[in-house]
Structure formats: structure tokens, C-alpha cells
Nanobody, 122 residues
Framework: QVQLIESGGGLVQAGGSLRLSCEAS????????VGWFRQAPGKEREFVAAISGSGGNTYSANSVTGRFTISRDNAKNTAYLQMNSLKPEDTAVYYC???????????????WGQGTQVTVSS
């Protein structure tokens, strides 16, 4: 089992920045890829970014490339999502998830956090 706890969400104006954290416990963190997903009201959960267990490989959705950066610190059992130049359409609940591989779809992830709300005002 891997337990994940997200933090760092909040209310920010358009153009602002936030950094989300995903702290893991339970198993060797570096063995797991981590993904960030988001879900806006009335919409399906969508992929945002993913990083391999070592941190050497990353992927991001086209909608956030150049604005969001995923990273991890395995010594701290924590993954991060740095979000810059935020837009109102980034408003959603953001979830982190863990998988034995790096993946971009929800069904490939076995463990999920409870989510953290990000609201971007115009």
C-alpha cells in the first residue's frame, strides 16, 4: 500500500503560481511513478503530468506544457507540481497518484490521494 497526501492548493489570481506537494508513505517511493491529474466540476478526471520513479523521465499534457513542472525528491518521499501562469481554466481538484510505472491514464494508477482544490480567479 502507498498512502498519498496532497497539499498546497488554494485560491490564486490569474497569472499567479502555486506549488502542490504529494507526500507518500508506505512503500519505497522511488519504485513508483507519480502522476498528477485534475478534475473540474462536471468533467472527467484528466492527466496533467507524470514523472518516473527516478525522476529521469517526465510527461505533461499539452494544456500545461511550459507552465507546469513536475518534480520529485525521493529522499523526502514527496512529489511536486509547480504551476505558473495559472489560468481560470486550471481551476479543479488536483490529485496525485502512484503507479509501478510512469503512465498518463487514470486506470494505470493504483493509489490516489484525496485531492486538493485549486481555484484561479480572473
Amino acid at each position: 500500500q502507498v498512502q498519498l497526501i496532497e497539499s498546497g492548493g488554494g485560491l490564486v489570481q490569474a497569472g499567479g503560481s502555486l506549488r502542490l506537494s504529494c507526500e507518500a508513505s508506505g512503500r519505497t517511493f522511488s519504485n513508483y511513478g507519480v502522476g498528477w491529474f485534475r478534475q473540474a466540476p462536471g468533467k472527467e478526471r484528466e492527466f496533467v503530468a507524470a514523472i518516473s520513479g527516478s525522476g529521469g523521465n517526465t510527461y505533461s499534457a499539452n494544456s500545461v506544457t511550459g507552465r507546469f513542472t513536475i518534480s520529485r525528491d525521493n529522499a523526502k518521499n514527496t512529489a511536486y507540481l509547480q504551476m505558473n501562469s495559472l489560468k481560470p481554466e486550471d481551476t479543479a481538484v488536483y490529485y496525485c497518484a502512484a503507479s509501478i510505472k510512469i503512465a498518463t491514464t487514470t486506470d494505470e494508477y493504483d493509489y490516489w490521494g484525496q485531492g486538493t482544490q485549486v481555484t484561479v480567479s480572473s
